[in-house]
T-cell receptor
Framework: GAVVSQHPSWVICKSGTSVKIECRSL??????MFWYRQFPKQSLMLMAT?????????EQGVEKDKFLINHASLTLSTLTVTSAHPEDSSFYIC???????????????FGPGTRLTVL | KNQVEQSPQSLIILEGKNCTLQ??????????LRWYKQDTGRGPVSLTI?????NTKSNGRYTATLDADTKQSSLHITASQLSDSASYIC???????????FGKGTMLLVSP
């Protein structure tokens, strides 16, 4: 149980175009999903928290107009990188907060990641 | 400021050998600590999760320990295999639905 998928697994796009990445919780409902970015040999950096039916909460320094997040259902959140530039090339990972228990509150299940390369 | 520090940054061991990875944290209040394995180009996969009342937790050849007093945790890998080559990330959660604090990970390479 608690499987999270991402699509696509990798994408190459031209500078100036937009790219949409999907994150799905396959076997549980997730009212909260998270989007992370990871650069080579670095830790995961939280970009934003996505709540179903409401606006996403962005971390400091993350441009909300550039990284559009939509969480329209309890099993799907999308991240759209608008007007992508080479510096946006990174590994994007989503996670979904599981149903959890009192002891495992706040447990997150991670997707397999999406490698974005902007030429 | 909440921080998680891991050591060593990288490690090379021979197949079949054991190794221990370290994690020190300053997250407060503390709720639980998790160890994840992240293969290159993949998302993190949970190995163990421990609350403040747990001292040790095993998952196959992986054994995690936690000392909530000194705010230290370790991950011991027994009889390493080539497939253990990955980054191992220590993640600490504060109380409630607080943001997770990630360590930078230890890159482990198991050599034949």
């Amino acid at each position: 149980g608690a499987v999270v998928s991402q699509h696509p697994s990798w994408v190459i796009c031209k500078s100036g175009t937009s790219v949409k990445i999907e994150c799905r919780s396959l076997d549980f409902q997730a009212t909260t999903m998270f989007w992370y970015r990871q650069f080579p040999k670095q830790s995961l950096m939280l970009m934003a928290t996505s709540n179903e039916g409401s606006k996403a909460t962005y971390e400091q320094g993350v441009e909300k107009d550039k990284f559009l997040i939509n969480h329209a259902s309890l099993t799907l959140s999308t991240l759209t990188v608008t007007s992508a530039h080479p510096e946006d090339s990174s590994f994007y990972i989503c996670s979904a907060r599981g149903p959890g228990t009192i002891l495992t509150l706040n447990e997150q299940f991670f997707g397999p990641g999406t490698r974005l390369t902007v030429l | 400021k909440n921080q998680v520090e891991q050591s060593p940054q990288s490690l090379i061991i021979l197949e079949g050998k054991n190794c221990t990875l370290q994690c020190n944290y300053t997250v407060s209040p503390f709720s639980n600590l998790r160890w994840y394995k992240q293969d290159t180009g993949r998302g993190p996969v949970s190995l163990t999760i421990m609350t403040f009342s747990e001292n040790t937790k095993s998952n196959g050849r992986y054994t995690a320990t936690l000392d909530a007093d000194t705010k230290q945790s370790s991950l011991h890998i027994t009889a390493s295999q080539l497939s253990d080559s990955a980054s191992y990330i220590c993640v600490v959660s504060g109380s409630g639905y607080s943001t997770l604090t990630f360590g930078k990970g230890t890159m482990l390479l198991v050599s034949p």
